[in-house]
């Protein structure tokens, strides 16, 4: 087959499912039962399906949510909210949504963090890393964030039992 018959076969094949797309559509819009669920064979195929409903959450009164929002935040809440921007500043940068998309890591075993002063950030992981893991840790933390936060001036990455503390100070790990 000649190059020109192939682009042209490719070019209607194209053409073909476009128009078929389209015609697809166009039926979908006009059609007022195509795509709408009936009522009935839902109710059927439902028939003994247990119905979950969510545990209902009490919604503040207009005086309370008056009262929260114009009350100061504390230097503790103000600390925490800081150190919580931090760590999605972390996980964004590394395409994350949790500490779970990091299996088998370090990273992965965060169970909290904190901030102990202005511009310092405190993590703390499971049990079981070496002082090594540690400071990789806390350097890697402190480079990607760092970068963008000049106020972050230290990362101390610690576990639960406080037998291994590692802390990073400076934003240039080629020095």
Partial sequence: MSRSAK????NVSVLIVLVALVAVLVVSATSPTLLK????????????TPIVQAPSTPKPTP?????????PKTMSEQGQDWADEKINQYLNGNG???????????????????SPADGELLITVKNGWPPSALDSYANL???TVGHESPELTSVTVK?????????????????
């Fill in 96 to 114: 994350a949504h949790s500490f779970n998309a990091f299996p088998g890591s370090v990273h992965g075993d965060t169970v909290r963090w904190s």
């Fill in 37 to 48: 669920n009936d009522a009935k064979l839902t109710a059927e195929a439902n028939a003994g």
């Fill in 63 to 71: 005086e309370a949510a008056a009262y929260t929002s114009s009350a």
């Fill in 159 to 175: 576990t639960e039992d406080n037998s291994v503390i590692e802390t990073e100070t400076d934003k240039t790990p080629w020095e």
């Fill in 7 to 10: 682009r042209i076969f490719g």
């Fill in 141 to 143: 933390f402190l480079i």
